[in-house]
C-alpha cells in the first residue's frame, strides 16, 4: 500500500462507486467518495488530492473537464468509463484527463496505472524542487508567482508558448520550468539560441543533415527537432531567425513532419514548442521583418515574465542566493559586506535584470579581499540602459509665445508624450502599448504620424 498518495472518487450511484472501491482500498486507506459532479468539485476546493477518479458521463455543461483542469491542475483525473467509446476517450485526453479506462476491463490494472502515474508525480516534484532550488524562483512578488502560475497552467497543453520579457530575466529557466511540468518532462529538453548561428548552421542544427550533403558532412547528423521527439524544444532569442528560414520551421510545425538536409525521406515527429525573445515582435511583423503567420504560430500562449526591477520584494533573496553560489562556486567565504557595497547592491535596479546580478555578485565575491566585499567590488561600467535626462522637447510645460489652434496644440503634446513613453520603455512599443491602454497596432500608426524615434 502507498500511505501518501490521496484519492477522491465521484460516481452517480452505488454501483459504479462499489465497483471501484474495492480496487482503490487495496492501493491506499486515503480515499474519499462522493456522488455528482458538484460535490466532488466542492470537495476538491476544500481538500487536495493526487488523483480524481470519475465517470465521463458525471461531467456536465456546468462542470466540465476543462473546468477542472483549470481549477485543479495539482490533481490528475482518471476516467474509468461505464460507457467507453473512441469519441469519448478522445474528447478526455483533449481536454485535459491523465488516463481513460474501460470499467468493464480496466479495474485490475487501475492500482497498477496509479501506482505507476504517482511514481512518475513524485519524480516531477523532485525535479521542479530541485529547479527552484537551483534557479531560485521562489518569490514573494504577485507578478512572478502569477508567470508560475501561468506556466503550471499551460504545461499540460500541447500549445505552442512564446516567452517575452527583457534580457536576462531568466526566460530559459521559465522554459525549463514548463517542461518539468509537463507530459513530457520524462523527455528531452533541447534548447536553441538562435541568434548563434547563421541562417545555413541554424538549419542544419534544426533539420539535422545526411552525410555528403554538403561540404564538411562527414556523416550523418540528427537536428534538434528530432532530438526533441516526444520532449520540448525551446528556440530561444526566435527573433533573430530570418525570413526565409521561418517559412521552413513554419511548414515543420504545421505538419510535424522533418526532413534532414540532403534527404528526402520525411520523418514524423511530436514536439511541444517553446519560443523566447526580447524583441517586439508585434512591432517585428509590422515593420515585415518576421512573418504574421510564423508570429501566430509560435504564440497560442504568450508569458511575459517581468524584469528585476518589478520584483523588488525579492531583492534580498535573491542577492543573498547568488551571494551563497558564488561563495560555494570560488570557494570564497564572505564575512561582511562593507555599507557602500552594500547600498549599491539593493539601490541598483540591474537593468540587465538576473543575468546582471549574478554578474555583479560573482564579481564582488571574487575582488573581496579577505572574505570581505568592499567597495572596489563596484562595477566601474555599470547601468548602461539608464535613460538621460529628458530633455526640452519632452518637458511637462511649455511657454508659449503666442496661442495655435487646440487641434495643433494636442497633436504636438501626444507627439511630446508618446516620444517619453518610448523613451522610457527602451522603444518596446508592445509594452508601451500596454501601459498606454491602446493596441500595439494603434501606437505604430502614431509612431509614423508623427514621424517618432523608437
Known amino acids: 500500500m502507498i500511505k501518501d498518495i490521496k484519492l477522491l472518487l465521484a460516481g452517480k450511484d452505488k454501483y459504479y462507486v462499489d465497483t471501484i472501491i474495492s480496487a482503490l482500498l487495496k492501493l491506499t486507506d486515503n480515499v474519499k467518495y462522493v456522488y455528482g459532479i458538484e460535490n466532488a468539485f466542492n470537495e476538491l476546493s476544500n481538500q487536495a488530492y493526487d488523483f480524481f477518479i470519475t465517470d465521463f458521463l458525471l461531467f456536465n455543461k456546468d462542470f466540465t473537464i476543462s473546468n477542472f483542469a483549470d481549477n485543479f491542475s495539482q490533481t490528475d483525473l482518471i476516467i474509468v468509463a461505464s460507457t467507453p467509446s473512441y469519441n469519448q476517450e478522445s474528447t478526455a485526453l483533449r481536454s485535459g484527463a491523465k488516463e481513460y479506462i474501460d470499467i468493464k476491463s480496466g479495474i485490475d490494472f487501475l492500482s497498477k496505472i496509479l501506482i505507476n502515474l504517482y511514481n512518475d508525480k513524485k ?111 525551446f528556440l530561444d532569442e526566435v527573433g533573430e531567425i530570418n525570413l526565409s528560414t521561418q517559412v521552413k520551421l513554419l511548414r515543420v510545425l504545421e505538419t510535424k513532419k522533418v526532413e534532414r538536409l540532403g534527404s528526402n525521406k520525411e520523418k514524423l515527429i511530436d514536439f511541444r514548442l517553446i519560443s523566447a525573445t526580447n524583441k517586439d515582435l508585434v512591432n517585428e511583423v509590422l515593420t515585415n521583418n518576421f512573418r504574421e503567420d510564423f508570429f501566430y504560430r509560435i504564440s497560442s500562449i504568450v508569458i511575459r515574465v517581468p524584469p528585476l526591477r518589478e520584483r523588488r520584494e525579492d531583492m534580498n533573496e535573491l542577492i543573498q542566493f547568488f551571494l551563497k553560489q558564488s561563495q560555494k562556486e570560488n570557494e570564497i567565504i564572505i564575512k561582511h559586506i562593507e555599507p557602500e557595497a552594500e547600498k549599491f547592491l539593493y539601490s541598483y535596479d540591474y537593468p540587465g535584470n538576473i543575468r546582471e546580478m549574478k554578474s555583479i555578485v560573482d564579481r564582488m565575491v571574487v575582488l573581496s579581499n579577505d572574505g570581505i566585499i568592499t567597495k572596489d567590488g563596484i562595477p566601474i561600467l555599470f547601468d548602461i540602459h539608464k535613460k538621460s535626462h529628458i530633455n526640452n522637447s519632452t518637458k511637462k510645460f511649455r511657454n508659449y509665445e503666442k496661442i495655435v489652434p487646440l487641434q495643433n496644440f494636442k497633436h504636438e503634446v501626444e507627439s511630446e508624450y508618446l516620444q517619453w513613453v518610448l523613451e522610457q520603455t527602451g522603444g518596446n512599443v508592445a509594452e508601451a502599448a500596454r501601459q498606454l491602454g491602446i493596441s500595439s497596432r494603434q501606437l505604430f500608426n502614431k509612431i509614423n504620424e508623427y514621424n517618432l524615434k523608437k
Open 123 to 233: 519524480d516531477k516534484i523532485k525535479f521542479k524542487e530541485k529547479l527552484l532550488s537551483t534557479y531560485m524562483m521562489n518569490s514573494n512578488d504577485e507578478s512572478y508567482n502569477k508567470m508560475l502560475s501561468q506556466c503550471e497552467k499551460v504545461a499540460k497543453s500541447k500549445a505552442n508558448i512564446l516567452l517575452i520579457g527583457e534580457s536576462g530575466t531568466g526566460k530559459e529557466v521559465a522554459a525549463k520550468y514548463i517542461h518539468l511540468c509537463s507530459n513530457r518532462s520524462s523527455n528531452s529538453f533541447i534548447a536553441v539560441n538562435c541568434s548563434s548561428f547563421t541562417e545555413t548552421l541554424l538549419e542544419s542544427e534544426l533539420f539535422g543533415y545526411e552525410q555528403g550533403s554538403f561540404t564538411g558532412a562527414v556523416k550523418s547528423k540528427q537536428g534538434k527537432f528530432e532530438l526533441a521527439d516526444n520532449g520540448t524544444l
